[in-house]
C-alpha cells in the first residue's frame, strides 16, 4: 500500500454521477485530508519590462500608442529629450522636454537607465519612473532606438524582453517617415542611412514584429501575444533594477 492511499480517511465518497455537487466536494476534501484551496496555483507573473526599438519611421510610436490603449496594465514610460518639441506632441506624454544643462545633470546623477546623443540631441530613460510603475506590478514598455536597446540589453540583460520593429520593405519606411513631414531633406539622409544599418542588428533581439502598411492593428496583436507568452512563461524574467 503506498504512502497517499494510506493517508486517505476512510469517509463514504458518495456516487459521482448522482450525488450532490458540494457533497460530493466536501467528501473529496474529508477524503484527502484538507480544503481544496481556493489560493491561485502559481503565483502573479512579474511585472515585464517590454523593449519596442526599430529604425525611424518603422511606426514605433504609432504601435505602442495602441498597445497602450488596449492594455491597461502597461505604462509607457516616458523618454527625457533635450530636442525641441514637434508639432503635436505634448509634454510628459510624449517626452519630457529638458535643457541640454538638465539633462546632463541626470546623468551626473545616475538618474537614468540607458541615455544616448541621438541626431545632435540627448535621450534618456529615466529610472525612478520604471521603478515607481514596477513597483505598483505594471508591465512597463520602453522605447528606444537601436543604440538604447544594445545598451539597454548590455543593463538588463535577459531580465526584460527586446522586439525589433520594421516595416516590411525600406521603400514603405522612406514613405512613412517622408509622409509625417516632420524631418528636414539633411536628417531624412542621415534617419535612412542609419536605418539601413540598423535592420542588420535585428539578430541582438527576442522578437521581430512587422507593421505592414495599413495594418498596425495586426501588429499590435502580435506584440500583445509575445506580451501573454511572456507573461506565462514558467521561468520568468525578473527585472529588478
Ligand atoms: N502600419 C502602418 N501603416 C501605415 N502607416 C503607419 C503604420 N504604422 C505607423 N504609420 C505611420 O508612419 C509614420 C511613422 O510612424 P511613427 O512616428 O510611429 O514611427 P517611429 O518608429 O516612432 O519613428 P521615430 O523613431 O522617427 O520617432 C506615422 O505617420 C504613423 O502614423
Redesign the pocket.
Known sequence: MSTDSRALRTVSIPAADVADRSDLIRALETSLGSHFSSDPIVPTPNPLIVVIS????????????RLTELRRNLHFVVTCTSRAMRPGETEGKDYYFVTKEQFLRMVDQDELLEHALVYGEYKGIPKKQVRDLMGKGYDVVL?V?IQGAETLRRVLGQKAVFMF?T?ESEA?MVE??V??R??RKEELLV?IATAREEVKRVSSFDYVVV??????EK?VQTVEAIIDAEKAKVRQRNAVL
Open positions: 526599430g529604425p525611424s519611421g518603422v511606426g514605433k510610436d504609432a504601435v505602442i500608442n522605447r532606438d520593429l516595416a514603405k512613412r517617415l509622409d509625417r516632420t524631418e534617419r507593421n505592414r502598411e495599413g495594418e498596425l501588429a
